[in-house]
C-alpha cells in the first residue's frame, strides 16, 4: 500500500454513460498525475496537478475528459460519454515536487460495454 | 520521437538466479530514471531511480545501470525470488519543457521458476 487510494477499483459502464473517478494523494504531495494503462502496455500519462492549478495535459486526453483538484488534495476524473475504446485502468500517482517518485494507487478499472 | 521501450517482452529465470531487464531510450536529454514494478491486477510499485549524473545505483538486491553513451539503462534483480514475479517497466522523466509526466516502456514480463 503506497498511501495512494483511488475509488471505485472497478466500474462497469454502458457506452454513452458519465463516470467519475476518485483519487485520494499521500497527504503532503502537492503533485498529483492520472495515467491510463490498457492490457499489455505500460502507463499512459493523461494530466498533472500541482497543488489545485491543472499544469499539463496530454493530447490523449479529449474533451470528454475532465480533472479537477478543487482544494489540492483528492482529485476527480470525469469521462462523458463513454466509449469502449476508455475501457483501460486509470492510475493515479502523487509526488512531494516534481523530482521525487511517483507513487501510484491500485487504479480504477473501468470497462465499457 | 523520443521513446522508452524495453528489449524482451519476456524474461524466464531460476529462483536465486541473477536477473537482468534492459530498457533502451531515445531522448538524450532525459534527466531522471525510474524502475517500476507492477503486479498484477496493482498499481505500479517504485523499485529504484537514477539520474543522469550517476551511471550507478544499488538498492536492496537490485542495481540500476545508466549507460548514456548508448542511451541504455538496466535493471538487475539478485537472488530472483518467486516474488519477483511481476512486469517491470522503465520511465523517464517527461520531455525538455514537460515538467510531470513519465513517459513509460511498454514493459517485460518476468517469470520466476522455483
Known amino acids: 500500500d503506497t498511501g495512494v487510494s483511488q475509488n471505485p477499483r472497478h466500474k462497469i459502464t454502458k457506452r454513452g454513460q458519465n463516470v467519475t473517478f476518485r483519487c485520494d494523494p499521500i497527504s503532503e504531495h502537492n503533485r498529483l498525475y492520472w495515467y491510463r494503462q490498457t492490457l499489455g502496455q505500460g502507463p499512459e500519462f493523461l494530466t498533472y496537478?500541482?497543488?489545485?492549478?491543472?499544469?499539463?495535459k496530454s493530447r490523449l486526453l479529449s474533451d470528454r475528459f475532465s480533472a479537477e483538484r478543487p482544494k489540492g488534495s483528492f482529485s476527480t476524473l470525469e469521462i462523458q460519454r463513454t466509449e469502449q475504446g476508455d475501457s483501460a485502468m486509470y492510475l493515479c500517482?502523487?509526488?512531494?515536487?516534481?523530482?521525487?517518485?511517483?507513487?501510484f494507487g491500485p487504479g480504477t478499472r473501468l470497462t465499457v460495454l | 520521437g523520443e521513446s522508452v521501450g524495453l528489449h524482451l517482452p519476456t524474461l524466464s529465470v531460476q529462483e536465486g538466479d541473477n536477473s537482468i531487464i534492459n530498457c533502451a531510450y531515445s531522448?538524450?536529454?532525459?534527466?531522471?530514471f525510474i524502475w517500476y514494478k507492477q503486479e498484477s491486477g496493482k498499481g505500479p510499485q517504485f523499485i529504484i531511480d537514477i539520474r543522469s549524473n550517476m551511471d550507478k545505483r544499488q538498492g536492496q538486491r537490485v542495481t540500476v545501470l545508466l549507460n548514456k553513451t548508448v542511451k541504455h539503462l538496466s535493471l538487475q534483480i539478485a537472488a530472483t525470488q518467486p516474488g519477483d514475479s511481476a512486469v517491470y517497466f522503465c520511465?523517464?522523466?517527461?520531455?525538455?519543457?514537460?515538467?510531470?509526466?513519465?513517459?513509460f516502456g511498454k514493459g517485460t514480463k518476468l517469470s520466476v521458476k522455483p
Open positions: 496537478f500541482q497543488n489545485e492549478a491543472q499544469l499539463e
Open positions: 520511465a523517464e522523466k517527461g520531455k525538455a519543457g514537460s515538467q510531470g509526466n513519465l513517459i
Open positions: 500517482a502523487s509526488s512531494l515536487g516534481g523530482n521525487n517518485e511517483q507513487f
Open positions: 531522448n538524450s536529454a532525459s534527466d531522471y
